[in-house]
C-alpha cells in the first residue's frame, strides 16, 4: 500500500481527508454466479455475505481507488470477486456507449471518479500492465486515472530508499496535484510510472542472482534479495470530494503474502 499512502499523504497537504481502509482478504465475499437476480429486485443480492458494507460506501463515496499488485496480468482473484459483485449498482437496461452496450446504473453514479494504482515486478511497463488497464476503462470508462508501477517490489525494501524515497516525492506531489484539481500532469504521472533502475540494470542483477542460485550449495544457500519479493497486496476506495474540506476516502485493501 506504499504508493496508496503516498498519494493519500499529498492529498491531505491539500486538504483534510477521511479514510476508511477495508482490507479485502479479511472479507467474505462470495463469487458471482451470473444469476441477475440483483438486477430485477433493485439491486439485493442472492448471498448473505460482506459484501453489502462496501457496496453502501460506494454511494457515499466520491472517488472510488483500487490499488493492488498485478497478479497474472490483472486483478487478484479476490479483488475481482469484489468487482463482479458491483452487479447491484446496474440493472438490465442498457444503452450504447460509443462503440459498445452498458448495463444503466440502478443509481446516479455520474459525480464518481475512478483511479487504480498496480504494482508489478518487472522492470518495464510495456506487455505487462496493457490488460489490466484495458479492464479498468472498460469498467470505469469516464473519470478515470490509471497510475501503474513497474518494480514496485522495490518499495519493501530499505536498501533500495536511493529511488524510492524520490519517487514517493512524485506520488505526493500527484496526490496533492489531484486534490486541488481532480487531475495528474501527463509529464508527472509519466515519471510516476517509469522504472527507477534502468532495464539493463535490471538484467545484470537477475543474471547475477540466477547464477548465485546456481552456484549454491547445501552449506551456502542463495536467498533472494526482499527486493525480489513481493508481500503487498491491495485494493482501495476512496471517497474524495475534490477542493472541499473533510473528504470521506474509504479503502479497501488487500495483503497477501
Do not use: W
Not at 131 to 143: D, E, H, T
Not at 203 to 220: E, G, P
Amino acid at each position: 500500500m506504499h504508493i496508496t499512502r503516498a498519494f493519500l499523504d499529498g492529498m491531505k497537504e491539500a486538504a483534510p481527508q477521511e479514510v476508511h481502509i477495508v482490507n479485502i482478504i479479511d472479507k467474505h465475499i462470495e463469487y458471482y454466479t451470473g444469476c441477475f437476480t440483483c438486477k430485477h429486485n433493485g439491486g439485493e443480492c442472492i448471498h448473505n455475505d460482506d459484501m453489502k458494507e462496501p457496496l453502501d460506501e460506494v454511494f457515499e463515496s466520491d472517488l472510488l481507488l483500487f490499488s493492488y499488485p498485478l497478479y497474472c496480468y490483472g486483478m487478484p482473484a479476490s479483488l475481482k470477486a469484489f468487482a463482479d459483485r458491483t452487479m447491484p449498482l446496474s440493472s438490465m437496461v442498457m444503452k450504447k456507449q460509443g462503440d459498445r452496450y452498458v448495463h444503466v446504473g440502478q443509481a446516479d453514479f455520474s459525480r464518481l471518479k475512478y483511479m487504480m494504482t498496480c504494482g508489478c515486478g518487472f522492470p518495464n511497463t510495456k506487455q505487462n500492465f496493457e490488460p489490466a488497464v484495458m479492464q479498468f476503462k472498460l469498467m470505469f470508462p469516464n473519470n478515470h486515472t490509471i497510475i501503474t508501477v513497474p518494480e514496485s517490489p522495490m518499495f519493501n525494501a530499505p536498501e533500495a530508499a536511493e529511488v524510492t524515497v524520490p519517487r514517493f516525492e512524485l506520488v505526493k506531489q500527484a496526490g496533492k496535484q489531484y486534490a486541488e484539481t481532480g487531475e495528474i500532469d501527463e509529464k508527472l504521472l509519466a515519471e510516476i510510472c517509469s522504472p527507477m533502475i534502468p532495464e539493463m540494470c535490471m538484467r545484470v542483477s537477475v543474471i547475477m542472482n540466477l547464477y548465485k542460485q546456481k552456484t549454491a550449495t547445501r552449506k551456502d544457500i542463495y536467498t533472494p534479495s526482499p527486493v525480489a519479493v513481493c508481500v503487498v497486496f491491495q485494493m482501495t476506495i476512496n471517497a474524495d470530494k475534490l477542493n472541499i474540506h473533510n473528504t470521506l476516502i474509504s479503502i479497501y485493501h488487500l495483503i497477501v503474502f
